[in-house]
């Protein structure tokens, strides 16, 4: 997790022209902005004080060197998106400014009228009058440049979002409940209780006192490196949009921690030692008698992982009217609870299996420098000569399960 502090970062001004027609005055277009940027502005007043609180909530989680709890990440990131909301429309007002700069002095040079922008005037923006001036002005340097286009091909205008859209992302992750470790050597061992026989008793004097069997296995383990790159992108299109290079790192990052996730819940069920629930009734009383396993060996549950499906069925029978056997069951729709302990639906486990984890049960271990994304115009053969630009994101992992007794795999389906 960075240490990073969290802060509003105001974008830079694009260096990309968008070519269109102006229906209304650039005066009163001018306007409507500065208002839009006040409100943003006191928007961003107005959540401060919640900014200040996620910063302390980040920061404690990394100064105790582990991972955000569910509670603290329900806090957290509705916040931090309340924020890339209003740094957004920040970048639009920007855009949208330095667009109605550039408009007016290039229609002033290849042919709008002189009185363009002036009170009371009404003059359209005439594309096809300026697109052949525009595009020639742009390749060989004018301002606006970057609209670079291939031999034989045509300048077509077009309207160009600032940003990438992406594909949405599940909400939750196992790695949200897992606590981390940073390790600073690649290989690394510790020690993990196997059997735990307590013997103690009530002894009459002299005589021999009992003794209780508490072994411990050692554990030797490594990290493994988890990477992927991205696939070649086109140099121009680094310059022509300032936000794709961020966009495609957070999507390596993502796809990174996806595959971690599976790593670690694959390792968590190859561990050796962790109890298992066959179905029983409902998947309800299923997930019920898992925390009667782990209570029974003394730990406390700390998360349920399910499938979004599984997750689904589970809350579509506990809204139903017939079903009178779940009302006055523990549930917390809001909270996303159930018998009091958090939910985590992850796309990494399997369909009509769940996992209840206990309290300390299982860590993240990684290195001191954390997940690096790094770029390169030579990773393949001819990436140079095709002037083509390729990213790397890679970490190194593992995952230690320290109680395998304080991990329950569940089966939910009769």
């Known amino acids: 997790m960075s240490g990073a502090k969290i802060a509003v970062r105001l974008p830079s001004d694009p260096k990309l022209f968008i070519p269109f027609v102006l229906q209304r005055q650039p005066d009163s277009l001018r306007s409507e902005q500065m208002s839009r940027k006040e409100a943003l502005k006191q928007r961003y007043e107005q959540l401060r004080p919640q900014v200040a609180q996620a910063q302390q909530v980040a920061e404690k989680a990394y100064s105790q060197n582990r991972s955000m709890t569910v509670e603290e990440k329900a806090f957290f990131d509705p916040v931090m ?81 600032a940003s990438p859209v992406e594909l949405g992302r599940p909400a939750n992750s196992l790695l949200a409940v897992l606590p981390s470790k940073i390790r600073s ?46 696939e070649g992108v086109p140099r121009y299109w680094f310059k ?107 796309l990494a486990q399997a369909e009509g299996v769940a996992h209840t984890l206990g309290e300390g049960a299982a860590r993240l271990e990684t290195d001191d420098e954390g997940v690096g994304v790094q770029w390169s115009e030579s990773s393949n053969a001819d990436d140079f000569a095709k002037n083509l630009i390729r990213a790397r994101c890679e970490g190194r992992f593992a995952t230690s399960v320290m109680r395998p007794l304080a991990v329950v795999k569940a089966d939910l389906t009769a």
């Open 81 to 161: 998106s309340q924020l890339k909301d209003i740094e957004r429309a920040l970048a639009e007002v920007a855009a949208e400014e330095k667009t109605l700069d550039f408009a007016k002095k290039v229609g002033r040079e290849v042919g709008a009228s002189d009185s363009y922008g002036d009170a009371g005037s009404r003059q359209q923006f005439a594309f096809k009058r300026m697109a052949p001036e525009v595009v020639r002005k742009i390749n060989r340097g004018a301002e606006g440049e970057k609209a670079l286009a291939t031999s034989g091909s045509v300048v077509v205008g077009q309207e160009f979002e």
């Open 185 to 230: 050597v690649g290989e690394y061992a510790y020690l993990r209780q196997s059997v735990r026989t307590n013997n103690a008793a009530v002894v009459a004097d002299g005589g021999t006192k009992p003794t209780s069997v508490y072994t411990t296995v050692r554990v030797e383990d490594k990290l493994d490196v988890v990477a992927h790159l991205s």
């Open 240 to 346: 022509d949009n300032d936000t794709l290079e961020q966009f495609i790192a957070d999507e390596l990052l993502y796809g990174l921690e996806k595959a971690v996730e599976a790593m670690a819940l694959a390792d968590i069920d190859g561990t050796s030692g962790i109890q298992t629930q066959a179905y029983a009734t409902s998947p309800l009383v299923t997930l019920r008698k898992t925390l009667t396993k782990l209570e029974t060996v003394g730990h406390a549950a700390s998360a349920f992982v399910m499938h979004a499906n599984d997750w689904e069925a589970i809350e579509l029978a506990l809204s139903s009217a017939n079903t009178i056997e779940y009302r006055g069951l523990p549930y917390d729709a809001s909270a996303r609870r159930l018998y009091g302990v958090p939910v985590v639906v992850s």
